[in-house]
């Protein structure tokens, strides 16, 4: 019995996922376009997704997360989780709660040094968000995306780009 225990808990206990190693969280702030993920529920059908980030007053970050349902112009969506920072020294992970008391894992995976390109990961490797200043990016940053999120453990296959036309 003692075997069985063993191999459950090492099944529960998913690798260490490298994080940025600083977040500058002014520049961090703002819009983000989603360009590819591993979706949650909710995003499965999801068109223009964006999240957006602020600092709230009492140090949380005020987040919306909105897009288009089904297509272009399906019904606008927005949910309003709240960032909570849990390493405040890398700035780096985050709590993100979307239902009191419950908090996701949220990983700032990597950031660029313009800023305007990021991967979002969470410690299970279930989700994963590329994202960028711009609703799209070229084909090589693409490329290099797929090739961090693979060292950094995830399926790729499992991987959609997102549809992103902005007139």
């Known amino acids: 019995m003692p075997?069985?225990?063993l191999v459950l808990t090492a099944c529960?206990?998913?690798?260490?996922?490298?994080?940025?190693?600083?977040v500058d969280?002014?520049?961090?702030?703002?819009?983000?376009?989603?360009?590819?993920?591993?979706?949650t529920f909710i995003e499965t059908n999801a068109y223009n997704a964006i999240e957006s980030y602020r600092m709230a007053q009492d140090g949380t970050v005020a987040t919306t997360f909105s897009f288009r349902e089904g297509g272009f112009e399906g019904?606008?969506?927005?949910?309003?989780?709240?960032?909570?920072?849990?390493?405040?020294?890398?700035?780096?992970?985050?709590?993100?709660q979307f239902i009191w008391p419950?908090?996701?894992?949220?990983?700032?995976?990597?950031v660029n040094e313009a800023y305007d390109q990021t991967i979002i990961g969470r410690i299970h490797r279930d989700y994963v968000w590329l994202m960028a200043r711009t609703p799209q990016i070229s084909d090589a940053d693409y490329q290099g995306f797929l090739q961090l999120i693979t060292e950094a453990g995830y399926d790729v296959s499992k991987v959609r780009k997102v549809p992103q036309q902005w007139n």
């Open 3 to 5: 075997l069985v225990l």
């Open 12 to 22: 529960s206990n998913p690798p260490p996922i490298h994080t940025a190693t600083a």
């Open 25 to 39: 969280l002014e520049r961090f702030m703002g819009d983000w376009y989603v360009i590819a993920n591993i979706p």
């Open 75 to 96: 019904p606008r969506k927005a949910y309003h989780p709240t960032g909570y920072l849990i390493d405040r020294q890398s700035n780096a992970v985050w709590g993100m």
């Open 102 to 110: 419950i908090k996701s894992d949220y990983r700032i995976i990597f």
